[in-house]
């Protein structure tokens, strides 16, 4: 194969998502349409390339002409509930929720002896100056829940003994529309123990006669 169609399949194979045969694809749609495809990605992956960054306050993909960013400068947002993710994108999904209305905090991974990330590697004392600096009172944990993803949050909980802040996690359950039957031992165990009382229905309202 050609080495600079080569080159760009190895390229789109390495992101996530895109396997060797997917890569492959989308290399030889980009090439066949230059003008309208492959030119189009050339200026937005430049453009991304010159223009995005991270907010030096929270950690959320943003632009070098509004950082801190929208989320950390916004006065309709709580100041004192503060949702720490292990990764920017993380940020992304919780936003489009619509759920959490406090400010963020993104470490840039776990404690992961694994993949060699230590204490050192995370933005942890930058969380703790943040809790201290500007009053946060419940930090709740956006991390996952996996034995790297708890090791984490223990961290984080010994780090902050000694501050008055409440620290939460998500809570852990049975995803919406599966069931039992499909659930790992971990979830069910978690599941169990997180169980929350069930409220009886309001009776229907007696039909018209």
Do not use: W
Not at 53 to 61: E, T
Not at 179 to 198: E, K, N, S
């Amino acid at each position: 194969m050609l080495q600079p169609l080569d080159n760009l399949i190895h390229a789109l194979a390495m992101l996530p998502g895109f396997g060797r045969r997917s890569a492959e694809r989308a290399a030889l749609a980009l090439v066949r349409r230059p003008e309208t495809l492959l030119d189009t990605l050339v200026r937005a992956l430049q453009e991304a390339r010159e223009g995005v960054c991270l907010c030096v306050r929270c950690g959320a993909f943003t632009t070098h002409e509004a950082n801190p960013c929208a989320l950390c400068t916004r006065a309709d947002r709580d100041d004192a509930l503060l949702c720490v993710v292990e990764d920017p994108a993380d940020i992304h999904t919780i936003e489009a929720s619509g759920a959490f209305r406090g400010r963020y905090h993104a470490l840039m991974g776990k404690l992961s002896p694994g993949r060699q990330t230590g204490v050192g590697e995370l933005r942890v004392a930058a969380l703790v100056q943040r809790v201290r600096a500007e009053g946060v009172r419940e930090i709740l944990l956006a991390l996952s829940t996996d034995l790297e993803g708890d090791a984490t949050a223990g961290y984080i909980a010994e780090r902050l003994r000694g501050c008055d802040v409440r620290l939460t996690r998500l809570a852990f359950g049975l995803p919406c529309g599966s069931g039992v039957a499909y659930a790992d031992p971990l979830t069910l165990r978690r599941a169990v123990q997180g169980r929350q009382a069930v409220a009886p229905s309001e009776p229907e309202p007696p039909a018209d006669a």
